[in-house]
């Protein structure tokens, strides 16, 4: 060992030692939680078929409201109106969600699909395109952890995109899918439902993901310890073209005609949020700067339309504060504007059209948000844990 | 999971916690992280307990899950919502001091990519051999090697540059 290795060993020895002795983790606390995921293994089939039942008939397990009013509003915006009296709860399938739990998906009309891929994997993102679907599928093979992009189509075939693939994102018209390409160094576009390969290039760096695509473009970040600003990247896939930037760009969503949302720091203590062409995605910051902007637990998401922004601060678990807020950033002065949602935000989420989104709270509840109004309550099945909504493009 | 066999994961959690909370704290780089990490890994544990033969197995199952899960890539998504650390403030960085010192090469470490960083703490601070490294993170041995070789170099850089950039010795 020379003496770069040791004092990489001193850290990493004196780092260790600030994780004082003590009984953080009761070994109680870990038993229930062991019994839990027992039991949710065990009755996930069944809720699954339950819930197939419940779109149908539109009966099921009521999402609860308590959490609404519950937490603090952004910081910087209007309070929002008192929030109204929230909708009556729905089925999900009646707002064009999908479920996806355990070994099957029930479409919005309640049809009960089941998945064709490996035996035993469950899907980690789902996204419904006009053939099918596109999955990530992780599970065990050969005694080693393995994820798999597969497409399914709507006949009920399924195929292994490849191996060792990573999240993937979906074009908004549901025709083109972006993700690494068989290892963790090529990135790639496939074609569907043809999964016809249109192009490949080599990541920029080994931890390299898709974040986005748009028209011809797809744009990637990089992912390090801290999941803060790091590169970010744009690709075209016709002229192979790839455009870096800078450290400091947090990639934070592509709307369908290709503009990309990014939060760039701004000195220490503020940060700016802008909308760009793709393939501008490496010029100076500009747009919406603020002080709260750069705050740590600061996360934003674009909606597909490129119209409105959703903001949501998420704080550390210990003292719990979470909100949602909504910009609309084509104003030019990207004043927050209140959206009439109040709820513990759990950190999953994703559009389900242009201009709403579904989210969970942290208390397991479902809602569909658009901007200004109420939130809607979702009806899904009472083991929710096991099994996560997602949503259809194109 | 009978009783007997539930009171025996209570008694190691209870004896190990503070040792797993270590590791996983330098691979992830969070103590809020690290606690995830090792609730995760306890919760597989338990639901395995029943197929862990060897009581020596164990602790080694229970890590060998820390670090696949900590590289898994596609947990990035859920991390990137977590708050961490900040960075020390380095525009004091005018002088060479040894807790200095450990803070740039901490701050950099985190922010190797999940594998590289992995392989430097299973070596440097679990003092694995390569052998032992690639058994645990299912990597083939010249992975490992080229992993720890990256990881390093990428560190002796990037040190490098915070030592241009400030006048102290790298």
Known sequence: MNEFERRLERTLLARAETVVAGQRLSGDAVVAAGRSAHRRRRTAAAAIVAAAVAVIVGAGVLAQTRDLGATPVPPGSASPSAVDTPPAPVPFGSVGVSLMGYDRIVTPEGTSVPLRGPKGFGSIQTVRVPDGWVLLLNGVANREEVTQVWFQSGDGDAVRVGDLMSYFEVSRDGRRVATHDGDLGTMAVYELPSLRRLARVSAPTENAYVAGIGGDWVVMAESVATWRESRAHAWNIVTGEVISTHAGVEVWGVSRDGQVLRRVADGASKACVDLVPIGQVGRDAGGWCTAELAEDGMRGALAPSGGWVMLHDYRDGRDHRYWVGVADIRVGAGRPVPIAIRIGLESGFFWDTDSSFVVSSKSGETYRCQPVRPCQPLIVPQTQGSLTLFGSVG | ?170
Do not use: N
Not at chain 2, 2 to 9: G, H, P, Y
């Open chain 2, 1 to 170: 999971v009978d009783v007997a066999d539930e009171d025996a994961f209570r008694a190691f959690v209870a004896s190990r916690t503070t040792a797993l909370l270590r590791s996983a704290y330098l691979l992830v780089g969070d103590h809020g992280q690290a606690e995830d990490l090792v609730q995760t890994a306890l919760v597989k544990t338990y639901l395995a307990w029943s197929r862990i033969r060897e009581p020596a197995a164990v602790e080694a199952y229970v890590r060998r899950t820390m670090a696949t899960t900590a590289t898994s890539w596609w947990r990035g998504r859920r991390f990137r919502e977590r708050v961490v650390e900040t960075l020390p403030d380095r525009a004091d960085a005018d002088r060479v001091d040894p807790s200095l010192e450990r803070d740039s090469m901490w701050w950099h470490l985190r922010h190797l990519p999940a594998r590289q960083r992995a392989v430097l703490v299973l070596r440097y601070y679990e003092g694995l051999s390569e052998a032992e490294i690639a058994d645990t993170l299912g990597f083939s041995r010249g992975a490992v090697k080229s992993h720890a070789s990256r990881g390093l170099a990428a560190l002796r850089r990037r040190l490098a540059d915070d030592a241009a950039e400030t006048g102290v010795r790298a």
